[in-house]
């Protein structure tokens, strides 16, 4: 591929994340960058910020997945895989493998909004 040859001779290939104009709910709160775009009909976005909004965290990230655990977890909880692309140097996905994690991920075409649905329990801020 021509990625592939660029990388040999020494140049990463140029992979730019171009968002869209998206707004992204998880849970009530508004994720203020979700650094969203539409791509082949579906949504993806950078994983941290829609992780961070609802206080999961990353106990592990990989160029091919980021493993993520819920705020209130036991000691030894297993981390949930979110398998992941690298796109300038930032983990994506589609919003579809936060499913994964429990959330519903509801997309409203007219308004271009993304809401997920938090499982319960979860804080309530």
């Not at 007219?110 to 649905?117: A, G, I, K, Q, V």
Request: proline content about 12%; glycine content about 4%.
């Amino acid at each position: 591929s021509d990625g592939l040859a660029w990388a040999r001779a020494g140049f990463p290939p140029q992979h730019t994340f171009a968002t869209d104009d998206i707004t992204l709910f998880v849970g009530a709160q508004q994720v203020t960058e979700p650094y969203a775009t539409l791509e082949m009909g579906h949504v993806w976005l950078r994983v941290r910020p829609a992780l961070e909004q609802a206080d999961y965290n990353i106990s592990l990230a990989t160029p091919d997945a980021v493993y993520a655990l819920p705020p209130e977890h036991a000691p030894n909880s297993t981390p949930v895989k979110l398998q992941t692309t690298l796109r300038d140097g930032h983990a994506i996905c589609p919003a579809t493998q936060f499913r994964r994690l429990g959330w519903q991920p509801a997309w409203d075409a007219p308004s271009r909004t993304l809401r997920f649905e938090l499982p319960h329990p979860h804080p309530v801020e």
